[in-house]
């Protein structure tokens, strides 16, 4: 396995549940600041603008449960905004429970905040404790921190597999495009509160925010810095613009934290084309990438698809977006 990441972990795990004796190279360490896996934590949902990853969603809150029930708050989520109505309807496509709130019921869920239309209420979500779980994951794995991996196709093993994000691109000639994205976190928020997505609309991008226990409540405006960043370089700095942007983001929609930061940091996402994964077979190698900023809530799923393609058991129909041959495909 190459990388120690969510979900190099994640199908490390499987594939070793499933009998192999699995090695995961690491060039760095795990969960290292400069891959997109590091941090306190992450929203987990189901809800989705399309029927197929609320079944995935579905899926992998209870692979997570079968891991460890303890890295998952449950603190529910409120979602609003440009085509939140889509993903309502994909919940009540796959059968899958959900309620609108009045602005005022959402309030009462999370005073410090201000809602000003109905809000869709996910009660199974919330936020995954990101380092308790690549913890978890790590756990009795044969890990070798600080080896790189020049090409995984020269790895001797029964079954190759890399999951190296933002490196994936250039290994195996996939349009990827690395970009990083900040958060910053604010004081004032019980960690009880709920993780809150809202879609934003015309002139107004989608803004994200979650508990992160033992430092604040942690606050993303989605795509804030769309230029391609080169994940060899060692530094991830934060920009201060963008910190001052979030600062006046939360004086208005959230005007009950403090809106001074308490902490700010930033990490990789690795855009694909049309946003969706790409889990495939290239040249012998099982491959994952194009996390495109929402792979961890995920990542135990897409480690026991993983192990189940390393085994030749067919995929769930749910996958068969993520072939790396539709981006070809979408290119000619
Ligand atoms: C700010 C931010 C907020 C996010 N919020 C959410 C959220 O709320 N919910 C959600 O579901 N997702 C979220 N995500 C996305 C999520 O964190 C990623 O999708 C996920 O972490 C991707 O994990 P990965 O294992 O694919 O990649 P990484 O974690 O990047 O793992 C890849 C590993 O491979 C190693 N590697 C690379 N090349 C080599 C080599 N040649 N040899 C050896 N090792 C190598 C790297 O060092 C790295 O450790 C967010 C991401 C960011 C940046």
Same mark, same amino acid.
């Given at each position: 396995m190459v990388g120690a990441g969510v979900v190099g972990l994640s199908a490390a795990r499987a594939l070793r549940e499933d009998g192999f004796e699995v090695t995961v190279y690491e060039k760095?360490?795990?969960? $290292? %600041?400069?891959?997109s896996s590091p941090g306190r934590s992450r929203i987990y949902r189901r $809800?989705?603008?399309h029927t197929d990853y609320v079944r995935l969603a579905r899926r992998a809150i209870e692979e997570w449960k079968r891991l460890d @029930?303890?890295? *998952?708050?449950? /603190?529910g989520l409120l979602e609003y905004g440009s085509g939140v109505e889509l993903h309502a309807a994909a919940l009540d496509a796959c059968g899958e429970p959900y309620r609108w709130l009045e602005p005022a019921e959402a309030s009462a869920l999370f005073p410090e905040a201000r809602f000003d239309e109905p809000v869709l209420y996910d009660e199974e979500a919330g936020a995954v404790m990101a380092d308790e779980a690549l913890r978890a994951l790590a756990r009795g794995l044969d890990v070798r921190e600080g080896h790189l991996v020049?090409?995984? +196709?020269e790895l001797e093993a029964d079954v190759i597999c890399a999951c190296p994000g933002s490196w994936l691109g250039p290994m195996f000639g996939l349009p990827l495009s690395p970009r990083i994205e900040q958060v910053v976190y604010f004081a004032g928020? @019980?960690? /009880?509160r709920p993780s809150l997505i809202d879609h934003g609309g015309p002139g107004r991008r989608l803004h994200y925010g979650l508990i992160a226990p033992g430092i604040g409540y942690k606050v993303g405006e989605d795509a804030a810095q769309p230029d391609l960043w080169d994940?060899? +370089?060692e530094d991830r700095p934060i920009h201060p613009g963008l910190v001052e942007r979030l600062v006046e983001d939360v004086r208005v929609?959230? @005007?009950? *934290?403090?809106?001074?930061?308490v902490h700010a940091e930033a990490c990789l996402y690795t855009m694909s084309p049309d946003g969706d994964f790409i889990l495939d077979r290239i040249d012998n190698v099982i491959v994952f990438g194009g996390? $495109?900023?929402?792979?961890f809530k995920f990542a135990p799923l897409l480690g026991r698809l993983i192990a189940d393609l390393a085994s030749g058991r067919p995929l769930p129909p749910?996958?068969? %977006?993520?072939?790396?041959?539709r981006l070809s495909a979408a290119s000619a």
């Amino acid at each position: 396995m190459v990388g120690a990441g969510v979900v190099g972990l994640s199908a490390a795990r499987a594939l070793r549940e499933d009998g192999f004796e699995v090695t995961v190279y690491e060039k760095d360490r795990v969960g $290292s %600041r400069l891959g997109s896996s590091p941090g306190r934590s992450r929203i987990y949902r189901r $809800s989705y603008r399309h029927t197929d990853y609320v079944r995935l969603a579905r899926r992998a809150i209870e692979e997570w449960k079968r891991l460890d @029930p303890g890295v *998952l708050r449950n /603190t529910g989520l409120l979602e609003y905004g440009s085509g939140v109505e889509l993903h309502a309807a994909a919940l009540d496509a796959c059968g899958e429970p959900y309620r609108w709130l009045e602005p005022a019921e959402a309030s009462a869920l999370f005073p410090e905040a201000r809602f000003d239309e109905p809000v869709l209420y996910d009660e199974e979500a919330g936020a995954v404790m990101a380092d308790e779980a690549l913890r978890a994951l790590a756990r009795g794995l044969d890990v070798r921190e600080g080896h790189l991996v020049a090409d995984p +196709r020269e790895l001797e093993a029964d079954v190759i597999c890399a999951c190296p994000g933002s490196w994936l691109g250039p290994m195996f000639g996939l349009p990827l495009s690395p970009r990083i994205e900040q958060v910053v976190y604010f004081a004032g928020a @019980p960690e /009880t509160r709920p993780s809150l997505i809202d879609h934003g609309g015309p002139g107004r991008r989608l803004h994200y925010g979650l508990i992160a226990p033992g430092i604040g409540y942690k606050v993303g405006e989605d795509a804030a810095q769309p230029d391609l960043w080169d994940p060899d +370089r060692e530094d991830r700095p934060i920009h201060p613009g963008l910190v001052e942007r979030l600062v006046e983001d939360v004086r208005v929609k959230l @005007p009950g *934290l403090d809106p001074r930061p308490v902490h700010a940091e930033a990490c990789l996402y690795t855009m694909s084309p049309d946003g969706d994964f790409i889990l495939d077979r290239i040249d012998n190698v099982i491959v994952f990438g194009g996390d $495109s900023g929402h792979a961890f809530k995920f990542a135990p799923l897409l480690g026991r698809l993983i192990a189940d393609l390393a085994s030749g058991r067919p995929l769930p129909p749910e996958a068969d %977006r993520f072939r790396a041959d539709r981006l070809s495909a979408a290119s000619a």
